[in-house]
């Protein structure tokens, strides 16, 4: 019998507008041969019409799980996050918001609806740990009973 999570490919949508942590995350992805999708945008708005599947997005996979950046131009992670929690369509997605500092996911707990907070870290080796521990957070969330927000990862 096969592990379920080799067999599915997970769409993840990572939204960040910093160019130095995209790569980060590309190259923790590409360094641990993570199979999963992994679709970008750079602000809250293409984050919006990404997930609405508006265009340019209209053909975009639903995404299995969001990485969310706090700090956006325009529209921010906040206010992404809101919207993605306001919309029933949206609302099941698990989110996990994407912090510079502590205080930053303190700020962001007080929304008190993602499911995770990862505060970025400083090295390389640190956020392949991280993306190892999301991509177990997601097969834990999608394969047990409905969940309760607000738990957190921390790069240490």
Request: proline share 6%; hydrophobic share 40%; aromatic share 6%.
């Amino acid at each position: 019998m096969h592990d379920v999570r080799q067999l599915k490919v997970i769409d993840i949508l990572l939204v960040e507008d910093d160019e130095g942590d995209l790569v980060i995350v590309q190259e923790a992805f590409t360094h641990y041969k993570i199979r999963n999708a992994l679709h970008v945008t750079r602000d809250g708005r293409q984050a919006l019409r990404f997930l609405r599947r508006e265009p340019p997005y209209a053909a975009a996979a639903r995404p299995d799980l969001v990485l969310l950046d706090v700090n956006l131009p325009g529209v921010d992670g906040r206010q992404v996050l809101a919207e993605i929690r306001a919309d029933p369509e949206l609302r099941t997605i698990p989110v996990v918001v994407l912090t510079g500092s502590e205080s930053e996911a303190d700020i962001a707990r007080g929304h008190g609806t993602a499911d995770a907070y990862v505060t970025k870290p400083v090295d390389f080796e640190r956020l392949l740990d991280i993306v190892r521990a999301i991509d177990g957070f997601f097969v834990a969330v999608t394969s047990s009973p409905p969940r309760q927000p607000v738990s957190s990862v921390h790069s240490g």
